[in-house]
């Protein structure tokens, strides 16, 4: 008996070093576990976060996908419109060139009566000078003068006219 518990007490010994190694392992487990539970709740906001991240992603692409569309509406608007404003300026161009030469063609169909209306004014004075006409030498005169002075006043209307289409067409500066 005392043999027998001597052993009894040796394996109680050891059954109290067991008992306390086991008490320490299930407090290392209980550590650990509460340690995979905080990592695992880590895990669960880093999901929620990518998840979240993710979704945010999604909808910048769509927005970015919506703003490419419209750019390229507008790339399309803008080239149209390019090239209305190109064949507008050749138009322009055109009407240009028509109008200079309008003006030309006016200017040269005004002066051609005005420098026989000129040239008959200076007759008139040649022939009042010469006493070719005494009897109303006075009053054709007063009318030659009018004469000069708007024909010289046309004239230079005239002249302005042809200045200005020079200008526009760039050989007068």
Do not use: W
């Not at 040649?126 to 046309?154: A, F, P, T, V, W």
Request: proline share 1%; charged share 25%.
């Amino acid at each position: 008996l005392i043999i027998a518990n001597k052993e009894l007490s040796l394996q109680s010994e050891e059954n109290a070093h067991q008992a306390a190694d086991l008490i320490t392992a299930n407090k290392e487990l209980a550590f650990q576990n509460v340690e995979k539970a905080d990592r695992e709740a880590e895990l669960i906001i880093a999901n929620k976060e990518l998840a979240f991240q993710n979704e945010e992603k999604g909808k910048r692409a769509a927005e970015l996908v919506i703003a490419n569309k419209k750019l390229i509406i507008a790339n399309k608007e803008l080239a149209l419109q390019s090239k209305q404003n190109s064949q507008r300026a050749e138009e322009l161009i055109i009407a240009n060139k028509t109008q200079g030469e309008y003006f030309v063609n006016i200017s040269h169909e005004l002066k051609t009566p005005l420098n026989v209306i000129c040239a008959t004014a200076q007759l008139f004075d040649m022939y009042c000078k010469n006493g070719s006409l005494d009897q109303k030498k006075k009053s054709i005169l007063e009318y030659n003068h009018s004469i000069k002075q708007n024909c010289y006043r046309l004239s230079k209307l005239i002249n302005n006219i042809v200045d200005l289409s020079k200008i526009a067409a760039g050989f007068f500066e």
